[in-house]
């Protein structure tokens, strides 16, 4: 009898040479990429929007839990875990991406499909924190989901899409950032929340490997797109480094 095989990602050694993973590479500046407090000022911006904005709640996933944007729209309540306190978790394992009508099976302009470098039944498993859970848990009482289990629609029931999320990234920013930064490319995006959310995990010192499983890379492609934020923890590396060297020489 054959053994089933298990889902693992992809290789993407040859994608790494790709215009896409320059473009990703050229994105991480770290220029371009929000710090925790111009994040959560922003995710402020848009829920102060009104009841559109706080229908766009989605984008704390990008941030909190590093979900693409894809994955974010297909998030189902059943794959989310929200205790009361502390962390709960996500199980990502549809991304509802706009392909347009023309080009899905079903005929939506979300098209309905595994995780992106991933075999088509994976699913990814990211912790959240407590302020994620918070923030899914209110969403969940205050807008109940979509027929199908989604978490998050527009206001009027619709599927989520970039002209919305898009406008009212746009006002944010206006409303948020100083004339300087509002010029520049910091945070031009909402798509820069997820590089914020891997920079972050980085600079707090998780384990790349572990990083790069929540994020769904590989780690060489981790290595090579964040290598900026890795480097700022040098003094962090080397005071755990004498500290264990004191340890184990003589007393």
Same mark, same amino acid.
């Given at each position: 009898?054959? $053994?089933?095989?298990?889902?693992?990602? +992809?290789?993407?050694?040859?994608?790494?040479?790709?215009?896409?993973?320059?473009?990703?590479?050229?994105?991480?500046?770290?220029?371009?990429?929000?710090?925790?407090?111009?994040?959560?000022?922003?995710?402020?911006?848009?829920?102060?929007?009104?009841?559109?904005?706080?229908? #766009?709640?989605?984008?704390?996933?990008?941030? @909190?839990?590093?979900?693409?944007?894809?994955?974010?729209?297909?998030?189902?309540?059943?794959?989310?875990?929200?205790?009361?306190?502390?962390?709960?978790?996500?199980? #990502?394992?549809?991304?509802?991406?706009?392909?347009?009508?023309?080009?899905?099976?079903?005929?939506?302009?979300?098209?309905?499909?595994?995780?992106?470098?991933?075999?088509? *039944?994976?699913?990814?498993?990211?912790?959240?924190?407590?302020?994620?859970?918070?923030? #899914?848990?209110?969403?969940?009482?205050?807008?109940?989901?979509?027929?199908?289990?989604?978490?998050?629609?527009?206001?009027?029931?619709?599927?989520? $899409?970039?002209?919305? @999320?898009?406008?009212?990234?746009?006002?944010?920013?206006?409303?948020?950032?100083?004339?300087?930064?509002?010029?520049?490319?910091?945070?031009?995006?909402?798509?820069?929340?997820?590089?914020?959310? +891997?920079?972050?995990?980085?600079?707090?010192?998780?384990?790349?490997? #572990?990083?790069?499983?929540?994020?769904?890379?590989?780690?060489? +492609?981790?290595?090579?797109? @964040?290598?900026?934020?890795?480097?700022?923890?040098?003094?962090?590396?080397?005071? *755990?480094?004498?500290?264990?060297?004191?340890?184990?020489?003589?007393?």
């Amino acid at each position: 009898m054959a $053994q089933a095989t298990p889902d693992v990602p +992809v290789r993407l050694d040859s994608w790494a040479d790709t215009p896409e993973f320059l473009d990703l590479l050229h994105l991480t500046n770290p220029a371009f990429v929000p710090d925790p407090a111009h994040a959560a000022a922003l995710l402020a911006g848009v829920r102060a929007q009104g009841t559109r904005g706080r229908h #766009l709640e989605a984008l704390g996933c990008i941030y @909190y839990a590093a979900s693409r944007l894809g994955e974010t729209v297909g998030l189902k309540l059943r794959d989310c875990e929200l205790p009361r306190r502390g962390w709960g978790m996500l199980r #990502l394992n549809e991304s509802r991406a706009r392909s347009g009508t023309a080009w899905t099976d079903s005929g939506e302009a979300h098209d309905q499909r595994g995780l992106k470098h991933r075999s088509r *039944k994976a699913v990814r498993y990211v912790p959240i924190p407590p302020e994620l859970v918070a923030l #899914l848990r209110w969403h969940v009482i205050r807008f109940g989901t979509a027929p199908d289990g989604r978490l998050f629609r527009t206001a009027r029931g619709g599927m989520v $899409q970039e002209s919305g @999320y898009g406008e009212a990234w746009a006002r944010a920013r206006a409303d948020v950032l100083t004339s300087g930064e509002l010029a520049s490319r910091l945070a031009k995006r909402p798509y820069d929340l997820r590089h914020a959310a +891997v920079s972050t995990w980085l600079s707090s010192g998780v384990e790349p490997q #572990l990083v790069a499983e929540r994020a769904g890379h590989s780690v060489a +492609v981790l290595f090579r797109a @964040y290598a900026k934020f890795l480097k700022g923890g040098d003094e962090a590396a080397n005071a *755990k480094i004498s500290a264990r060297l004191r340890a184990g020489g003589p007393s």
